[in-house]
């Protein structure tokens, strides 16, 4: 996703999102999935966010991005639900078309059960 990450929209996005940002990126850059912590491709790869969106080296929590890569491979059923439940709900908001559904990106952080609604421009 490329998108100006210093404005107020992700302001109020956690942490999580942006350690996710790093693994994706390095498992982009690597070609792969990591099974192992590799942390010269993950420095990169958040280098490379930090220049290409615009993003201080704050949004970035380190600890939390090794802590992600290493369960990189585990799967979270509650959070599978919520988030399954949630695209249910749009998808009946889009067809019946009393509301308007939620635009963009939603973000759910399973560590402390927060969801937010980020719009992108």
């Not at 942490?15 to 192992?36: H, I, P």
Request: hydrophobic share 45%; glycine share 8%; charged share 25%.
């Amino acid at each position: 996703m490329s998108a100006d990450w210093s404005t107020a929209a992700f302001k109020r996005v956690g942490t999580a999102f942006f350690a996710m940002q790093v693994l994706y990126s390095a498992e982009d850059a690597a070609g792969r999935k990591l099974m192992e912590l590799d942390d010269e491709v993950l420095g990169s790869a958040k280098a490379g966010l930090i220049s290409t969106n615009n993003a201080k080296d704050s949004m970035f929590n380190d600890e939390l991005i090794q802590l992600i890569a290493c369960q990189n491979e585990l799967d979270l059923s509650p959070v599978c639900s919520i988030v399954a439940g949630m695209v249910a709900d749009q998808i009946i908001k889009s067809v019946s078309g009393r509301e308007k559904p939620l635009k963009n990106f939603f973000y759910f952080d399973g560590r402390d059960g927060a969801g937010a609604v980020v719009t992108l421009k």
